[in-house]
């Protein structure tokens, strides 16, 4: 379970939220952020990833649990991605497929993304 304003003030990162109620989406503060599925394999491989460190790290009985059912627990994880991020990822993503790399791929970016009127963050 998650507060009751989880995402507020998020403006980086990606949080990945096992809503097995489906209650999550009344405790986010969705001004920011965007409730998405997890639906990208190598995502889902990734999150799986993490998961399965935690309980190597840890040996935390819940995260065995949802590794031993992760074909039924995929469906239920919310990735919660803050919408500048997504849109400067995307812009970096589109400087790449025109050739350029590293920081000229995100000053490229940030170019684009400085001035869009729909940024949530408003800075």
């Known amino acids: 379970p998650t507060g009751r304003n989880f995402a507020a003030g998020m403006s980086g990162g ?3 939220v096992l809503d097995t109620d489906s209650t999550f989406e ?10 998405e ?3 990208d394999d190598e995502e889902i491989a990734e999150v799986m990833q993490m998961i399965r460190r935690h309980a190597d790290y840890t040996d935390s009985n819940r995260a065995w649990k949802i590794l031993a059912k992760w074909e039924e627990m995929v469906p239920h994880f919310v990735k919660v991605h803050p919408i500048d991020f997504k849109r400067m990822n995307e812009a970096i993503h589109e400087a790449h497929q025109r050739g350029l790399e590293g920081e ?16 949530a963050a408003g800075n």
């Open 14 to 16: 990606i949080a990945y």
């Open 26 to 35: 009344q405790h986010c503060n969705k001004d920011m952020v965007s409730l």
């Open 37 to 39: 599925r997890l639906e």
């Open 104 to 119: 000229a791929a995100i000053m490229e970016a940030f170019q684009i993304n400085k001035g869009d009127k729909a940024r």
